[in-house]
């Protein structure tokens, strides 16, 4: 018996252990790299069926919702958007209001003219992908310092960018790919005019809220619905009435045959930012700065919006998305801290350097390249005090509180009258801007709760960071309020226009430089900028050994690992995942099955709670077991279910495919237990939570009863 396995294993072995699941690999080079594989676990599409230039492909029904926040896929010939609910927050938050309350209600678009437009908010389809490395490295040499690397790299880059979207409606972007290896081209089409067609509520959209976030087992309706609009000729428009409905590429069928254990799955979508090859002293840094200084200063944020948010409905609407916004990795920077330490990623770093150094000074020639990478990437991290004060800065003061980005959005004007370049369009744009933009500003500001912000993260910068980097304001607080944050902030909100939208509209009418150079707000904020570019400026200082030191440290890895095949680190581009449906053990004697039913969702239920309500029609739905054909073959409806496939901030939203290329699911978190994912792939325990098909699709037929939606999509039975 034992033999057998040992044979087996033996086999596998030789054929090469599958690496599927980890990976983000860029479509363009998966015939080459995996289809393969891809085959052998399932896959019935050819890599051209998946990404082409020449015919429609997959990749032609998978955008970037504003520029890589989220990802989206099309789901009819007339533009049908899916993404998830927490994509569509914003929108759904910002149409609401205490009349029409759509987070609380859900929104359903009974025709077109009902769907509501988005300024602002885009989707890119990708066009074609280019490996530029040649053209962009042509001229630089080993003797270039970083800088002037950087400045070929960055000149070059605008030329072939440039010239890729000549006589064009493109948009383009040459990026580095393997820490500056490598450069590819990205062209785009991007369309503006995005419509909300639909959402659940809360209650359904996020159930489970900040509890159940960043966990399994799950039981959230994660979607929101929009549609792409066009002018009438096809191409990119502002939104306008005369838009019509674009007609994509190509549109993904809906499968709800269901999904088993084992069955492939890929994922396409916009992956934002990982970093698997950092080192032990970036891990450190990320376990002893990022995180700590983010968890402190929104854990004191989200407490003084959370008191205000149970103020009334009208304040629970106004902060939702904004807290929402910051809780989200708020309780990411907890559990990627956690999943460092528990799966000992600091140690499994350092051994991956030592077997590095080991081969870098095996032979002169590698001891001569790449002998000195670890050493930069040790001397960059070896003065971090400006680095510090930058974090704490960038989320006490330049995230933290709203107060100071909005005035800093003046200093635009400002430049412009100081400078008084005789370019009257343009000021009259910028100030016709800022004007529009105050209604959506004031819709959803309390002053007193940024007020009350300001005081406290204010106080736990200086109380954490070293006084040659606080701003000038700070001596102000020192001399007239002796070091009195909350004494301070209240003179400061009351001498100032920029809590006052009238008197805001009466400024932009008549602009005069002497209102804003005597107003408090305007002078702290003109300081805390200053300090900021200024820190900045410092902690920039180590990107020369930090970025020459990752470049050289991942060419060595490639060199040494000459048989594996490296995917990039996510960068917000379009990335394919592949694997299967797979269950997993979170701990010792415990499994977690690979789905979730409604039979969950109703266990949870605790009434009247902001997080765990269950709507009464949902509740009565359920109990009626009408799952019509969306039902499972074992009699119950699936909520969500997990795979392992690779994904990170960023996916959220993006398809789930089966091996015929059909949607079954929408990506939308990952798990607690593999929370240090971002840094280092953990195969046993790492998965990717998504919401089954089939339970959106009841939700849209059953609860909402829109089966104008349910009709426009090919759905396979
Ligand atoms: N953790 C998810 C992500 O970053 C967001 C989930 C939103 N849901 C929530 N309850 N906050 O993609």
């Known amino acids: 018996m034992k033999r057998f396995y040992l044979i087996i294993a033996l086999m596998f072995m030789l054929l090469g252990t599958s690496v599927a699941d980890e990976g983000m690999w860029l479509p363009a080079l998966i015939q080459k790299l995996n289809i393969t594989e891809m085959q052998q676990m399932g896959c019935e599409l050819s890599a051209e069926d998946i990404y082409s230039i020449n015919n429609s492909s997959l990749k032609d029904a998978v955008v ?25 927050f914003g929108e759904i938050q910002g149409h609401s209001s205490v009349d029409h309350d759509y987070l609380k209600e859900g929104f359903w678009a009974k025709s077109r003219d009902e769907e509501l437009p988005n300024p602002g908010k885009t989707v890119s389809f990708l066009i074609r992908v280019e490996d530029v490395t040649a053209k962009v490295l042509e001229n630089v040499t080993e003797q270039m310092s970083y800088d002037e690397r950087g400045a070929e790299v960055a000149k070059i880059s605008r030329q072939i960018s440039d010239k890729a979207i000549e006589g064009t409606k493109y948009d383009a972007r040459v990026q580095s790919l393997f820490n500056d290896n490598k450069y590819y081209l990205f062209v785009y089409e991007t369309f ?265 993260l204010l106080k736990i910068y200086h109380d954490n960071v070293k006084a040659e980097f606080y701003p000038a304001v700070f001596d102000e607080v020192q001399k007239k309020f002796k070091g009195d944050f909350n004494k301070f902030s209240e003179k400061l909100f009351a001498k100032t226009i920029f809590t006052d939208q009238s008197r805001l509209e009466e400024f932009l009418s008549n602009p005069d430089m002497k209102i804003l150079k005597k107003d408090m707000v305007w002078q ?21 050994y930090l970025n020459e030191g990752r470049r050289l440290f991942l060419a060595g890895l490639m060199e040494m690992n000459k048989n594996r095949e490296f995917y990039p680190d996510a960068n917000s581009t379009m990335r394919l995942t592949y694997g299967k449906v797979l269950d997993y053990v979170p701990r010792d004697g415990v499994l977690y099955e ?27 739905l359920i109990l009626d077991k009408d799952y019509g054909r969306y039902a499972d073959a074992d009699g119950s409806l699936h909520t969500c279910f997990l795979t392992n496939n690779d994904i990170t901030g960023g996916n959220s939203g993006s398809p789930v495919i089966n091996g015929k290329g059909e949607l079954i699911g929408i990506a939308f978190d990952g798990n607690w237990e593999a929370m240090s994912g971002d840094l280092a792939f953990e195969p046993d325990l790492q998965r990717c939570i998504n919401v089954d098909i089939r339970f959106v699709l009841w939700i849209i037929d059953k609860y909402a009863g829109a089966t104008n939606l349910i009709d426009e999509m090919t759905i396979v039975e």
């Open 64 to 88: 970037a919702l504003d520029r890589g926040s989220c990802t989206a896929e099309l789901i009819s010939k007339d533009g049908l958007l899916l993404t998830n609910h927490h994509c569509g």
């Open 192 to 456: 503006r005019d995005v419509r909300l067609v639909g959402a659940p509520p809360v209650a359904i959209g996020k159930f489970g809220g900040d509890t159940d976030n960043w966990m399994w087992p799950r039981q959230t309706g994660d979607f929101s619905i929009f549609r792409v609009y066009c002018g009438p000729d096809g191409n990119p428009a502002e939104y306008s009435e005369d838009n019509v409905p674009l007609h994509p590429k190509h549109f993904l069928p809906v499968s709800i045959k269901g999904e088993k254990m084992g069955d492939f799955a890929m994922i396409l979508g916009y992956p934002g930012s990982t970093n698997r090859y950092k080192t032990s002293f970036g891990v450190d840094y990320t376990m002893e700065v990022t995180n700590p200084v983010r968890v402190q200063v929104r854990g004191a944020k989200l407490a003084i919006i959370d008191e205000y948010m149970n103020t009334s409905p009208k304040a629970r609407i106004q902060y939702a998305s904004k807290y929402a916004g910051s809780s989200n990795y708020y309780k990411f920077s907890i559990g990627q801290n956690k999943g460092l330490t528990d799966l000992d990623v600091i140690a499994k770093k350092k051994a991956i350097e030592d077997e590095f150094t080991k081969w870098a000074n095996a032979n002169p020639e590698r001891k001569a390249k790449y002998g000195k990478a670890l050493e930069l990437i040790q001397k960059g991290y070896a003065d971090v005090s400006s680095n510090i004060a930058r974090e704490y800065m960038s989320e006490s003061m330049i995230k933290g509180p709203e107060i100071f980005m909005f005035a800093n959005r003046f200093s635009a004007i400002e430049r412009l009258m100081e400078n008084d370049s005789g370019n009257n369009d343009r000021s009259e744009r910028m100030i016709e801007r800022l004007k529009g933009s105050l209604d959506g500003f004031f819709k959803d500001y309390d002053a007193e709760t940024d007020r009350k912000i300001v005081a406290a």
């Open 594 to 620: 690979y789905f979730t039913t409604t039979k969950g969702y109703l266990e949870k239920e605790i009434p009247g709670d902001d997080e765990f309500d269950v709507p009464p029609r949902m509740k009565e």
């Open 524 to 544: 702290a904020t003109k300081s805390i900028f200053d300090k900021y570019r200024e820190i900045t400026d410092k902690s920039n200082e180590t990107a020369p």
